[in-house]
Structure formats: C-alpha cells, structure tokens
C-alpha cells in the first residue's frame, strides 16, 4: 500500500528561524495536498501541488513538489508564534482515497 | 456558505453503548471523507463516501464500524458496541470533486468511558 513519511517528527525552533519539512512517497503521485492543524484544532488546507517541480509561496510559505513526483518540501521563513502547529502531507496516488502523512509538529520558542 | 459541520463535538459513552457521529458537508460538495486521530498522531483514513455510495472503505475496521451518507441529510459514522480504544477524534471532510482540497470540520471527540 501507500507509504507516506515526513521528516522530522518534531521540530522546535526560535522565533525567526526557517523551518522545513519534508515529504516523501514510496509511489510516484498525481498529485499532492498541505495541511496545517493548529493544536486542539483541525486541519486547513494549505496548498495542492500537481506539476512536477512545481514550486508555490503564500507569504512566508514555499512549497515545492519534485521532479519525480515522489516528494514535497514545505518551508517557512522567518517562524512566528503564529506558525505553531502539525504540518500533514496528504497525497493522492492515483487511488481511491487521500492518505495523511505522519506530521510534523511545529513548536515556536518566543 | 456554512463549512463542514460536525456535531456532536463531544460525546461520552459507555462501553458497550452505540456512538452516532454526524457530518453534514458543505454546500454543493458531493465527496465525504472520514479519519480517525488519536492523541499526538496523525490522521488515519476510515472511508470515503459518494452520496449514496461508499467509494473506499479499506481504513473501517471490518466489525462494529460503519458508514453512510444517504441521498438526504448528513453522513454518519456508527460505532457499534465501543471499546475504550474507540477514544479519538473523528474528523469528517468534504470537497466538490475528488482531488480537490478538502475542507475539514470542527471534529467529535469520543471518549469511551
């Protein structure tokens, strides 16, 4: 079945610093979709990413698929307070339904 | 346009009692999809629902779960029967078509007591 990795699990960082998460299929994707979860909350939609190399910013925000259309990277420059949170990759392999990666939680030190 | 609309938003029960858990999707949206979080886990896919039809059910497990989202009215999720390992968040997506970003709700915690 579809495996689905993020790295890293977890990350803290200081306020103003880049963050990066990674995620990572087994299987070559359609397509590929971002969430973020704030703590206690549900998840938002970010992003969806279709071409391969494609690469998209909202502010602060860039998101990138890759060439092979195996992998995705979300980075955040410059971290805020408001950043906090879990990060989930949600990939489309063709198949019936979206599979969650595992997160990556956020944690922002003031 | 109202967003996704999950209640009850709490529940309790006792083991061995039924848990009904609504969805209603937005507006126009068609899809609904069902996932399970547990604690400082990620979200595990249950099912998936086509108005009238369920499209994917590999994540329910095989007993006590099931699901439905009839021509009229919300989707339901019914536990059967639940177990104190049925305690997690259940969080209810739709989108317009398949593919597209989905719009989560607010969730239903279920704790089983």
């Known amino acids: 079945g579809q495996q689905v990795m993020q790295i890293p699990q977890y990350q803290h960082v200081q306020e103003g610093e880049d963050f990066t998460t990674y995620c990572n299929s087994s299987?070559?994707?359609?397509?590929i979709q971002w969430y973020k979860q704030r703590p206690g909350g549900h998840p938002v939609f970010l992003i969806q990413?279709?071409?391969?190399?494609e690469v998209k910013k909202q502010k602060r925000l860039t998101f990138q698929f890759g060439e092979a259309k195996k992998n995705s990277s979300l980075h955040i420059t410059a971290t805020q307070t408001t950043d906090v949170g879990t990060y989930f990759c949600a990939v489309d392999n063709y198949g019936q339904n979206f599979v969650f990666g595992p997160g990556t939680r956020l944690s922002v030190l003031p | 346009n109202a967003g996704v609309m999950q209640n009850p938003r709490h529940l309790v029960r006792r083991r061995g009692q039924e848990a009904r858990l609504r969805c209603s999707p937005m507006?126009?949206?068609?899809?609904v999809y069902w996932y399970r979080q547990l604690p400082e886990e990620g979200l595990k896919f249950m099912v998936y629902l086509q108005k009238e039809n369920i499209i994917d059910e590999s994540g329910m497990p095989k007993e006590r779960f099931s699901a439905e989202f009839p021509k009229e009215g919300p989707s339901i999720l019914r536990i059967q029967q639940v177990v104190r390992g049925d305690s997690a968040a259940y969080f209810c997506?739709?989108?317009?078509?398949?593919?597209?970003?989905?719009?989560f709700g607010q969730g239903t915690r279920l704790t089983v007591v």
């Open positions: 990413l279709v071409k391969s190399g």
């Open positions: 507006k126009g949206h068609s899809h």
């Open positions: 997506a739709s989108s317009p078509t398949r593919s597209t970003e989905a719009f």
């Open positions: 299987t070559t994707l359609s397509n």
